[in-house]
């Protein structure tokens, strides 16, 4: 059984940083591709950031690029995403996600191209 969790959110002033955690079990990740996702209350789940598993590749929407960085432990099955200078529009509910597919630049952060959810972590920025 697949199962992924996110933990590492909070509470974190204008400016401030996170570092969240995608722990995974039932599955190797070195194998998959890995993609956060976030959704704030009334909007859609956005793709935030992707690692590749083919070849390392990395992708950030623009709204993050810059600021996070998206890194994996395949030792420890485990996916990072590190949160820098963070915005009150930040805030939302993080999730991990995973697939078995080759993703690129242009499929990525389609949500349907991702097959194990994790539950999500909750980061708010606010003063």
């Known amino acids: 059984q697949v199962q992924l969790v996110e933990s590492g959110g909070g509470l974190v002033q204008p400016g401030g940083s996170l570092r969240l955690s995608c722990a995974a079990s039932?599955?190797?990740?070195?194998?998959?591709?890995l993609g956060w996702f976030r959704q704030a209350p009334g909007k859609e789940r956005e793709g935030v950031s992707c690692i590749s598993s083919f070849d390392g590749s990395t992708y950030y929407s623009d709204s993050v690029k810059g600021r996070f960085t998206i890194s994996r432990d395949n030792a420890n099955n485990t996916v990072y995403l590190q949160m820098n200078s963070l915005k009150p529009e930040d805030t939302a509910v993080y999730y991990c996600?995973?697939?078995?597919?080759?993703?690129?630049?242009?499929?990525?952060?389609?949500?349907?191209?991702?097959?194990?959810w994790g539950q999500g972590t909750q980061v708010t920025v606010s003063s």
């Open positions: 996600a995973t697939s078995k597919l080759h993703l690129n630049w242009h499929t990525w952060s389609r949500r349907f191209k991702y097959d194990y």
């Open positions: 039932g599955v190797t990740l070195d194998y998959y591709t």
